[in-house]
């Protein structure tokens, strides 16, 4: 057990001390649309060990097709073609040939500055839910270099590399249509306003969600959610987090949650929040729950609580 205990401690350092030393290159957004164009920033974080970088070259993968770069100002571009592996349609033209390289040369971007390189292509031909990875060199005068281009092996945790590719993940193209339910639009209701709503999907064989929002009360009157109900769920309870002793215990708030006048209150992970109590259908990242909040002044509004991603552990309950 002792020995165990040591093996993940050291673990845990190593990870650290990895991070620590050095930032890596990434793309400022993780995820592409499939079949859609996107516009892939890549984020320098630092020179070479105390070096100026002078010169970017980041490699193209297959299914990023037809790419322009970005021009920058203080350096000049050039774009290295090759034959793609398929054939793409580019508006009604075959094309099997294009960009795989784009280098940014001849500038000066100082270890403690920070710049962005931009090339903007169409994700073609790519499955959602795959990676694709642009190992991208930093040159620093002519001798120094780093290189971001160790690819994890299918299945396999990028974590581990040292000096991982900036890597996204090609998401669905009606991802959009998702991405839109994850965000919730505030609704208002009398002097209230019900924004940032949301819940978390639900593992299986979890009984009870938690869900959250934030009521601003904007009125010179004091409200009370009084009460809460959703068709998903055999009834809604409002808790709270609270410690007891040395133990955080929930515990179910019988007359409601108060809304002062010119306050806001916000339901959280770990505090106040709504609990969904014998779920029929465990909710699934990007549906919505229907949510009919009741206040004791302003009335009764429905919501659509969008779900997210579930989190690192489940809502437990009591
Ligand atoms: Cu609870």
């Given at each position: 057990m002792k020995t165990m205990k040591t093996i993940q401690l050291s673990a845990l350092a190593l990870i650290a001390a990895a991070g620590s030393a050095h930032a890596h290159a990434t793309f400022t957004k993780p995820t592409v649309t499939a079949e859609s164009y996107a516009v892939m920033e890549l984020q320098l974080p630092h020179g070479c060990d105390g070096k100026a970088t002078n010169e970017v070259r980041v490699q193209l993968p297959e299914g990023f097709v037809f790419a322009k770069p970005q021009p920058k100002p203080g350096w000049e571009l050039e774009v290295i073609k090759g034959e793609y592996k398929k054939t793409y349609d580019d508006h009604g033209t075959d094309v099997s040939?294009?960009?795989v390289e784009i280098r940014w040369k001849g500038g000066e971007l100082l270890d403690e500055h920070y710049d962005t390189f931009v090339v903007r292509g169409k994700i073609s031909g790519v499955e959602p839910g795959a990676k694709l990875a642009f190992p991208a060199t930093q040159l620093c005068g002519s001798d120094a270099t780093v290189a971001w281009t160790e690819v994890a092996a299918p299945?396999?945790?990028?974590?581990?590399?040292?000096?991982?590719a900036p890597v996204v993940t090609v998401v669905e193209k009606h991802g959009d249509a998702h991405a839109h339910a994850v965000a919730f639009k505030p609704v208002k209701l009398g002097s209230l306003d019900i924004e940032g709503a949301f819940t978390k999907a639900m593992l299986p064989g979890q009984p009870v969600a938690g869900g959250f929002v934030t009521i601003r009360n904007a009125g010179g009157e004091d409200d009370m959610l009084v009460s809460v109900s959703s068709p998903a769920a055999a009834a809604v309870e409002l808790h709270e987090m609270a410690m007891q002793g040395e133990v955080m215990k929930m515990r179910k708030l019988e007359t409601g949650v108060p809304v002062a006048a010119g306050a806001s209150v916000e339901l959280k992970p770990g505090g106040l929040h709504m609990m969904f109590m014998q779920v029929k259908t465990p909710f699934k990242e990007g549906d919505s729950v229907p949510v009919t909040l009741t206040f004791e002044k302003a009335g009764s509004v429905e919501i659509a609580v969008p779900v997210r991603a579930a989190g690192p552990a489940g809502h437990k309950h009591n």
């Open positions: 040939a294009g960009p299945g396999a945790d990028a974590h581990a590399l040292k000096s991982p």
